[in-house]
């Protein structure tokens, strides 16, 4: 399994997660000739990708979806509120997810799950194959135990890390945005990302991208300094974490080389 971190943030966010032959681009929130350009960097095309899959339907994570989807004829799975607010014109491409149940594309599981955002039926991701696990859950206001659960024995997990507090509270967004950004419907903090990693106890995630951080209210140094801080006080100051970059291709993850890294461990 590969995973890449094509573009992250409140303007745009795309991943692209590839085993065995099975390429399934998550998010479409940049422009199309942007993620032409991404996939072209991995050595793919549109013509070569199994499906889209969304979280929800907000811009800076669906923006190219329907275009890309019709004008390439690629399905795009998605919840039934997310693909209602796409208003697909052929509906065929559309492929409705429901949370708790597990769907096989290609050579990939595809586990979805409810998480809590202000929008209609977002979720997150665990993608399993026989190559390795990955969970993806950005745009969330806290992590229920019903999203908890899919932290643990994961590879790679790509968690939100939305902002810092105290940069929150003294910046410059109107109040009224600062209460949805840290509401219940919002976004994490840099320690409830970490607070929920670290509750998976004695079975973390191998790797972590801490995902969707802020321009604005947040920064990696602030990031990486919260969540390592928490991990280390949980005994998890082993796990690797990396941030994400807002606009560019900065992050590729393989579960080979993750084993590789692994077996002087098992020597």
Request: hydrophobic share 35%.
């Amino acid at each position: 399994m590969q995973v890449w971190s094509f573009a992250s943030g409140s303007d745009g966010n795309c991943y692209l997660v590839e085993s065995e032959g099975t390429s399934l681009l998550v998010e479409c929130g940049r422009p199309y000739s942007q993620i032409r350009d991404l996939l072209d960097g991995a050595g793919l095309s549109f013509d070569d990708l199994s499906g889209i899959v969304l979280t929800h339907a907000h811009g800076d994570h669906s923006r190219s979806a329907r275009y890309l989807s019709q004008t390439h004829r690629v399905p795009i799975y998605a919840s039934r509120g997310t693909l209602g607010a796409l208003a697909l014109e052929d509906i065929a491409l559309g492929k409705p997810l429901e949370s708790g149940k597990t769907y096989v594309v290609g050579q990939m599981d595809l586990r979805p799950f409810a998480v809590p955002h202000d929008c209609r039926e977002p979720l997150g991701f665990r993608f399993e194959s026989g190559s390795g696990r990955a969970a993806i859950a950005t745009d969330l206001g806290w992590v229920p135990s019903n999203v908890a659960k899919h932290f643990r024995d994961v590879d790679l997990l790509i968690v939100e890390a939305n902002y810092d507090p105290h940069l929150l509270h003294t910046g410059t967004y109107p109040y009224f945005l600062k209460q949805r950004v840290s509401g219940t419907y919002g976004h994490l903090s840099n320690a409830a990302a970490g607070e929920a990693i670290a509750a998976c106890r004695d079975r973390p995630p191998s790797a972590v991208w801490l995902a969707h951080l802020s321009e604005h209210n947040n920064s990696p140094k602030h990031a990486l300094q919260t969540v390592n801080r928490i991990l280390r006080r949980s005994g998890l100051g082993h796990v690797q974490i990396k941030t994400t970059h807002h606009r560019r291709s900065t992050l590729r993850w393989t579960s080979a080389v993750a084993r590789e890294r692994q077996l002087p461990l098992f020597a």
